[in-house]
């Protein structure tokens, strides 16, 4: 599996980005990571193949959406009312197996991941 992540940029505060993830092959479970300088890597969401399971991590809940385009083998992460704090290095994140929900977001469980792109909120 391989992944391809664009999309970041710079914005203002409350000001909207959408985030692609390409990937090749089949995988089960696609998660989308955040690292800001100095911090430990954090998920943000995940999205199951079916396109049916989706889970979010509670500082972007309500403000970001993930979606699949399986024609198109992309998993977009739309980000609407951004904040300073959403500043980070974001990956996207394969996995040929699903897992329960309630792991999703621990990046240990993640096999394949792609380069990262880079949000800048600017207060």
């Known amino acids: 599996v391989q992944l391809q992540a664009s999309g970041g940029g710079l914005v203002q505060a409350g000001g909207s980005l959408r985030l692609s993830c390409v990937a090749s092959g089949s995988p089960s479970l696609i998660g989308w990571f955040r690292q800001a300088p100095g911090k430990e890597r954090e998920g943000v969401s995940c999205?199951?193949?079916?396109?049916?399971?989706?889970v979010y991590t509670d500082s972007v809940r309500g403000r970001f959406t993930i979606s699949k385009n399986n024609a198109k083998n992309t998993v977009y992460l739309q980000m609407n009312n951004l904040k300073p704090e959403d500043t980070a290095v974001y990956f996207c994140a394969a996995r040929a197996v699903r897992v329960p929900n309630s792991v999703c977001l621990d990046s240990i469980h993640y096999d394949y991941w792609g380069q990262g792109t880079q949000v800048t909120v600017s207060s």
């Open positions: 999205i199951s193949t079916s396109g049916v399971s989706t």
